[in-house]
């Protein structure tokens, strides 16, 4: 029996989470539920995959991870399973589950071949992943064929706005900068940081989080709102 992971773009208001969490339960009630992540960026499965990569390593080396941003549900993408580092992913084939499959290589790729009846056309996530993330949690592996990897890999533009926390910082994709570098977004000049004290309150620093990302952040402020940033936006990288 393994614990199934949930991380998704559906946000925990209204029934979608719950859904998702008794389709576990239905099938696999002894089965321990987790919620790592609702609000990944929504509708860019490639930025929400670079934020799943990241958190990947301080999951259980067991775990069955069903992840679910889905722009495309219900249309020729396929439903995957994937294994990489010992963790299944089980999601839709995207570009989701790259960032997570190149870091853990190799890996293996199985397409999903069944079906559950009564299957809706616009909520996979409940009547599709969740139940597969349910069985493979239990080792009784729904119908699947083995496939090769994706070949269009990751989009190498990282440097942009890729989440926006409660308190405003914005998370980059970026994972390295120099230390003497300044960041530029919407405007605003940021300058760097080991942590938020080490500037004055109101004073815009950029730092590498603890998740390994470099953030935009404002002491005592929001980043997000002090630059204007939408989910998305460019980040210029400036040295002196």
């Not at 790592?36 to 067991?62: I, K, N, V, Y």
């Not at 239990?138 to 083995?146: A, R, S, T, V």
């Not at 926006?164 to 570098?181: E, I, K, S, V």
């Amino acid at each position: 029996m393994r614990p199934v992971i949930l991380f998704t773009d559906f946000g925990f208001d209204g029934p979608y989470v719950g859904q998702l969490r008794l389709a576990v339960h239905r099938l696999a009630p002894q089965v321990p539920v987790f919620d790592l992540m609702h609000d990944a960026p929504a509708f860019s499965p490639h930025a929400a995959g670079w934020l799943l990569e990241a958190f990947t390593e301080r999951l259980p080396e067991d775990a069955v991870v069903c992840a679910v941003i889905d722009p495309g549900v219900g249309t020729t993408r396929h439903p995957v399973i994937v294994e990489a580092g010992n963790r299944l992913f089980v999601g839709p084939d995207n570009g989701l589950l790259n960032a997570v499959a190149v870091a853990h290589h190799p890996s293996r790729w199985w397409h999903l071949a069944w079906q559950p009846d009564g299957m809706s056309a616009s909520f996979h996530g409940r009547d599709l992943f969740a139940p597969s993330a349910a069985r493979l949690a239990l080792g009784d592996w729904p119908p699947h064929h083995e496939c090769a990897a994706p070949e269009d890999g990751m989009p190498q533009d990282r440097a942009r706005v890729i989440y926006a926390d409660a308190f405003g910082n914005a998370w980059t994709g970026l994972r390295d900068m120099a230390p003497n570098a300044t960041l530029m977004a919407g405007g605003l000049s940021f300058a760097p940081a080991r942590t938020f004290g080490d500037r004055p309150p109101g004073h815009a620093l950029w730092y590498t989080n603890s998740n390994g990302f470099i953030e935009l952040a404002v002491n005592q402020g929001s980043a997000m709102q002090a630059a204007g940033l939408n989910l998305g936006d460019p980040v210029q990288v400036r040295m002196p």
